[in-house]
């Protein structure tokens, strides 16, 4: 009895494999179920072959290789096989050999069966697989293209084509055949996360939900759908669409840390903290044992103004995590918000030492240390940010030239000074600070310059005034110090040092009244200032030099 015409679209691209295969798919196997074509009346030895085939192929499906391979090649040793079954042969040898890693050969035999029929889709479609699989993919893409003249919605050829094009950043090609093969396997998961993908990536938000919408739903609500597709939109900061589909997975598992977690997350970055509290207290309870809880925990708290609360996150969080550089650095984040200065110094030195090249952290470092009056610390932090990048951004420079400033080591301060000024042309305070050790160092001409040039720039500028009054009054050019001093004072009333330099103005020119007035004033700053640095010291918990 003679067999139905074949159906020349029953090849390997028909069959998917699991979401879970790492490689390229490699349906092979599926060309076996092939229907070969028998006219009425071709005689007894081309029904045997056709028999043989078969028997390769159910061998095949069995896993005995050997049996396979030695049907097939007693199909090609038989004379009466012509060419459409010797290249259905050659092809069972291509998938024996490619199975079994024997890759030249395997591509040998996909060549010799389109040799024999060039017209044989499997072996063209195995093939293009062969050559995708060992990243040859200018020649699968040949291969791809040819099988697809012959079948264009066929789903394998169309599956890998997108892959390919989407790994080579060809969106629109790779969206274009992955929607071809989407027809015939729309609930193939590695197909439709990444055609939801590069949705998302084109800026196509919607129809990347629509597919993930798909796709769950031809998945029987299963709560690993749910998961996976959570934490694609997760990915893609989509929490409010993540956050529904973690929902689902807890409902059903309230065991599962996983889900509890995810969730707990979406809802923080939708800024719902309490239910993202509740959520992630939950997946605290489920692992003790996870530091990521209780990290999110202490943002929460953080965020909400509970720098308690906060502070024992951060610190389980770090019992639990002792190479935690962020959560070292965070918690000296909050201990400095509460005023607790020494022990952020503590925790920013921790961070610093976890993550030597973070320059978040050693800036902060620095802040704390200047507070601290910590200053060689805080300029060798700064110079440690400085080497961090590849070139100083900010004002790195000015504030390495600061520290030295406080030290009381002036030609370095100038040093750096200059170095930030040659970078910011207009650095006010730079000049302001450039022109203040110049003058420590005697070089008052360039102090004169570099302190009006800062006044130019800013010409409310306190400090400037003050230096340019008191290096004028060192040049005995006192009217031009009035004018300085005076206008301090105008801008701020309270200056301390400023109404002792206009004393100095005016006892030298002899206004007795006027320089008695001044010193007056000058006396009840001085002790107004030291009631308020005693009080900032203790509060800081800074001892007194």
Not at 108 to 114: G, N, S, T, V
Not at 139 to 145: D, H, N, P
Not at 168 to 178: K, P, T
């Amino acid at each position: 009895m003679a067999k139905k015409p074949c159906d020349p679209r029953v090849s390997p691209g028909n069959k998917l494999p699991s979401a879970d295969s790492p490689t390229v798919p490699y349906l092979l196997l599926s060309l076996l179920f092939m229907l070969w074509c028998v006219p009425a009346g071709l005689g007894q030895a081309r029904a045997d072959a056709q028999n043989k085939i078969d028997a390769a192929t159910a061998a095949l499906q069995k896993g005995d290789i050997g049996l396979a391979e030695s049907t097939a090649n007693s199909i090609l040793e038989s004379r009466s096989a012509d060419g459409d079954l010797r290249a259905a042969a050659y092809n069972i040898l291509g998938i024996a050999s490619d199975q079994q890693q024997r890759v030249a050969e395997a591509e040998e035999f996909y060549r010799k069966a389109l040799a024999a029929d060039p017209s044989l889709i499997a072996a063209r479609n195995n093939l293009g697989n062969l050559l995708f699989k060992t990243k040859r993919e200018r020649l699968a893409i040949q291969e791809y293209q040819i099988v697809l003249k012959a079948d264009a919605q066929h789903t394998e050829a169309n599956l890998n084509l997108g892959l390919i094009y989407q790994a080579r950043g060809e969106s629109q090609a790779a969206i274009r055949h992955l929607e071809r093969a989407r027809v015939n396997a729309g609930s193939d998961a590695r197909l439709m996360l990444t055609l939801a993908a590069l949705y998302f990536e084109t800026n196509q938000r919607e129809k990347g939900l629509a597919v993930l919408a798909e796709f769950v739903k031809n998945s029987s609500d299963d709560p690993r759908v749910h998961f996976t597709v959570g934490l694609m939109l997760a990915r893609r900061e989509l929490y409010k669409e993540a956050a529904e589909h973690f929902g689902v997975v807890a409902a059903a598992h309230p065991e599962s840390y996983e889900a509890l977690y995810n969730y707990g997350l979406a809802l923080y970055h939708l800024n719902q903290p309490v239910e993202a509290e509740r959520v992630l207290k939950a997946a605290a309870n489920l692992r003790p044992d996870l530091p990521e809880p209780h990290e999110r925990l202490a943002l929460i708290y953080s965020g909400t103004g509970k720098s308690t609360a906060a502070i024992a996150e951060y610190t389980r969080t770090i019992e639990l995590d002792p190479q935690n550089a962020q959560a070292q650095f965070l918690l000296g984040e909050e201990r400095a918000r509460t005023g607790q200065i020494r022990d952020a110094a503590d925790c920013y030195e921790r961070a610093v030492k976890l993550s030597p090249k973070s320059v978040p952290y050693l800036l902060k470092l620095a802040e704390v240390c200047f507070k601290l009056r910590r200053y060689q610390r805080a300029e060798d932090a700064y110079l440690q940010a400085i080497a961090a990048g590849d070139t100083p951004t900010g004002e790195l420079y000015y504030l390495v030239g600061y520290a030295a400033r406080a030290q009381g080591i002036f030609p370095r301060a100038a040093e750096y000074f200059k170095k930030e000024l040659a970078i910011h042309t207009d650095h006010v305070e730079a000049f302001a600070n450039l022109g203040f050790v110049e003058i420590e160092m005697g070089e008052f001409p360039a102090a004169e310059t570099h302190l009006l040039k800062a006044i130019g720039l800013k010409p409310n500028h306190v400090t400037a005034h003050y230096d340019l009054g008191r290096l004028y009054v060192r040049l005995k050019r006192y009217p031009e110090a009035e004018t300085q001093l005076a206008r301090v004072i105008e801008l701020r009333p309270d200056h301390t040092q400023a109404h002792y330099q206009l004393f100095l103005v005016y006892a030298r020119t002899r206004r007795e009244t006027e320089a008695a007035r001044m010193m007056e004033i000058f006396k009840k700053l001085e002790e107004d200032d030291q009631r308020e640095r005693e009080a900032r010291d203790r509060q800081q918990g800074v001892s007194q030099p």
